[in-house]
């Protein structure tokens, strides 16, 4: 008979199909996927001059760098999204918003979490429209971030 060990929590592999966006200024459902977790740390190199002559590059972390991320989902009469947008294009002042990607596993369990500061909206776009095709129209949108933290 096989020997059967307890899984670990490092034994868990999560599925990227159960998630929501939280963001407390207002209701954005229907998503159909969240791109751009990820951060990356600038490389900063110096070279040193040794006493026989050779060189010596020293490699050390820099500025980090956060990814933009990108939400898309069916075009639909919510109008949050646009709205956002709208009220950076028209110079409102109170733009930002820190928000939430959640993780769920099959039970609605929240297993991971990354938290964000300062959104906003760079860029919001639809799909083409195409009289030969049925497909939904997609809503999409760039968010710049200020920090990306995983919490989960």
């Given at each position: 008979?096989?020997v059967?060990?307890?899984?670990t ?28 977790l990820?951060?990356?740390m ?13 060189t ?11 990814s933009?991320?990108?939400?898309k989902?069916?075009l ?9 947008a709208?009220?950076?294009r ?10 939430a ?14 938290t ?8 919001w776009?639809?799909?083409d ?21 995983r919490?989960?």
């Amino acid at each position: 008979m096989p020997v059967v060990a307890a899984a670990t929590e490092f034994d868990i592999i999560y599925v990227g199909s159960w998630f929501s966006l939280e963001l407390p200024k207002m209701t954005v459902e229907g998503i159909t996927s969240i791109g751009g977790l990820s951060i990356e740390m600038n490389v900063v190199e110096v070279v040193q001059a040794l006493k026989d002559g050779t060189t010596l590059t020293k490699k050390m972390p820099g500025v980090v760098k956060y990814s933009e991320v990108t939400i898309k989902r069916p075009l639909t009469a919510d109008k949050s999204l646009w709205l956002w947008a709208k009220d950076i294009r028209d110079g409102k002042k109170d733009f930002r918003a820190d928000g939430a990607i959640v993780l769920y596993d099959i039970a609605n369990t929240e297993t991971g979490r990354w938290t964000f500061e300062k959104a906003w909206i760079s860029k919001w776009s639809a799909s083409d429209l195409d009289v030969g095709s049925d497909d939904p129209i997609m809503e999409e949108a760039t968010l710049q971030i200020s920090t990306l933290k995983r919490d989960k």
